[in-house]
């Protein structure tokens, strides 16, 4: 089975280019071009073998939710012309993530258990267990790193700091809220709960929009809801759609990310469990049939996407 760990297109026009994490990003003055690849990182590192339909996976739920949220904030997206690319608006970007937790998990479940009782500010009462329900939905933003770790940071530093204005940082958080209210509502529908998620936004002329991709595995964690009460009362671990079951094999294979230490071998069978996971989760988060895209000849495909899009889109 075939998957794109990267590409490498030349366009007329072009700009810039930038390599994330797992999306490939071609600039065209007020435009880019961002073409999800089959990278997968987790502890910030990308691992060294990429997943089947991944980027199409997360393409196209973000494609979904961005349109099913764009009456709450504007976002970036003007054309999603092909399974793994989505052309928009070039936005600055602030340099700060709005993470946003309705549930203790993941994370913030590690820093409650080795002790800390407030996270990015927020105080957080005794007596919790993993994958508690909160007392209300918190915001614990990180930091947005160009390279290496992103870090965990207060509202009141990312003030004093000046990241991101007083004015504007009342936006986020209020658009934060918002989504992710709509994102529960989208969740639930499906028989699923939004347990914690991350948003980023930017700013377009003047305005801020929503930007990258939202409530997907990669950025989102989700529970069954069918059972979780059962299974949160007998201390058992809650079914879950997310990344973290690639985490939690890295971890249990010795790998957090941590200087010194080597991402464990991914056999054939370890990509395939992954490939199927994401393709589970964005059936079961979108209720539709995953219409698997053809490796054939997908990076020409994906280059005349970009040539054909980003000139024919309108502002």
């Known amino acids: 089975m075939e998957a794109i760990k990267e590409t490498n297109f030349s366009f ?38 990429a997943i089947p339909y991944k980027g199409q996976v997360l393409n196209q739920i973000a494609s979904l939710f961005l349109k099913a949220t ?44 080795a002790g800390k009782r407030t996270l990015c500010g927020v105080s957080l009462p005794e007596g919790l267990r993993e994958n508690d329900k909160l007392p209300g939905p918190i915001i614990t933003p990180t930091t947005k ?12 530093q990312i003030l004093a700091k000046g990241l991101v204005s007083e004015e504007d940082y009342a936006k986020l958080e209020q658009y934060t809220h918002a989504l992710f209210a709509r994102g529960t509502e989208l969740a639930q529908q499906q028989g699923l709960i939004l347990v914690d998620t991350k948003y980023e936004f930017g700013k377009y002329n003047g305005q801020v929009y929503l930007i990258d991709e939202i409530h997907t595995p990669d950025s989102s964690r989700y529970f069954y809801k069918e059972g979780y009460a059962e299974r949160q009362q007998q201390g058992e671990t809650q079914k879950q759609l997310s990344k973290e079951f690639v985490r939690q ?12 230490q080597t991402v464990p071998e991914m056999t054939d069978d370890i990509v395939n469990k992954i490939s199927e996971r994401y393709i589970e989760l964005f059936e079961v988060v979108t209720g539709q049939k995953l219409h698997k895209m053809n490796y054939n000849a997908a990076l020409d495909r994906i280059e005349n996407s970009v040539k054909e899009n980003i000139f024919s889109t309108k502002n």
């Open 12 to 49: 007329a026009n072009q700009t810039g280019f930038y390599r994330g994490k797992v999306r490939d990003v071609y600039f065209f003055e007020d435009k880019i071009a961002v073409v999800a690849t089959d990278r997968i990182s987790a502890f910030d590192v990308v691992l060294p073998r």
């Open 70 to 113: 764009s009456d709450i904030v504007p976002n970036w997206v003007l054309a999603t012309p092909d399974p793994n690319l989505t052309v928009g608006y070039r936005c600055e970007p602030f340099k700060v993530e709005m993470v946003i937790r309705g549930y203790l998990a993941g994370h913030a479940w590690r820093e409650y258990k």
């Open 145 to 156: 790193a160009d390279e290496g770790h992103d870090e965990d940071i207060s509202k009141e």
């Open 249 to 260: 094999w890295l971890i249990e294979n010795g790998f957090q990310g941590k200087e010194g």
